[in-house]
């Protein structure tokens, strides 16, 4: 059983569609992430919440637009998406984020998004 | 910029046998965090092992082990006595967190079957 839930598993949108990604962990966990994954490639860092703060964008376009509205909640809204975002989206949780942490990150199911 | 390489996108191994899957990392960082990740097919990615760079000792977790090699900038994994469940994509990754900043990065994989 996974303990970072994902919602939808799968997804199907158009470029003009608007759309959220959730996911939710129960584990007290102050940060949460999300991933990019193509097919056959390793995930790549999106997004960085830190006790509910954004403390991290690596450069993602502004049609991935994210919100943490507690602790145990990140959504990712979609909007205006290209084909090529069409990835696997996934999110992942850990104690904390900070100075010299080793904290895993625990990673949801993901969601599979396919731009139209 | 740090960079996670595996050089070995595919291996085989016959049950109970040893495998080693390879990863080296490039950083000018002294105090860093190593992992592995399996993520099976259509399935989450978790965690299998981790070591802390300025532990000298491998770390170790039942059936799989590492070779850290820090001076080498090598974090090898040693699967002993292969199970078919072992079957999986094999991410290794490097995390550096400062103030203000966070790398986790993920190398390219290497996908590994199990043979009966």
């Known amino acids: 059983d996974t303990e970072v839930t994902q919602t939808p598993k799968h997804l199907v949108m158009g470029m003009t569609n608007k759309k959220s990604l959730k996911c939710e962990q129960h584990?007290?966990?102050?940060?949460m992430y999300w991933y990019k994954q193509k097919a056959k490639k390793p995930p790549e860092l999106m997004f960085v919440?830190?006790?509910?703060?954004?403390?991290i964008n690596e450069s993602v376009p502004s049609r991935f637009s994210p919100e943490c509205p507690n602790s145990s909640l990140l959504n990712l809204h979609l909007h205006a998406l290209q084909p090529e975002d069409s990835a696997l989206y996934l999110c992942a949780s850990s104690p904390r984020v900070g100075t010299n942490s080793n904290q895993p990150q625990h990673f949801g199911d993901g969601t599979r998004l396919s731009i139209l | 910029a740090q960079t996670v390489t595996q050089s070995q996108p595919e291996m085989s191994v016959q049950e109970a046998e040893t495998v080693t899957l390879s990863c080296t990392y490039d950083t000018s960082e002294n105090n860093y965090y190593l992992f592995w990740y399996k993520q099976p097919p259509s399935r989450q990615m978790i965690l299998v092992i981790r070591?802390?760079?300025?532990?000298?000792q491998n770390a170790t977790e039942n059936r799989f082990s590492v070779n850290f090699q820090k001076a080498a900038k090598s974090f090898s994994l040693k699967i002993s006595d292969s199970q078919l469940g072992d079957t999986a994509m094999y991410f290794c990754a490097f995390m550096k967190s400062t103030p203000g900043t966070y790398k986790y990065i993920f190398g390219t994989g290497t996908r590994l079957k199990v043979l009966a």
């Open positions: 070591q802390e760079a300025y532990k000298q």
């Open positions: 919440y830190s006790y509910e703060k954004l403390s």
């Open positions: 584990m007290g966990h102050r940060a």
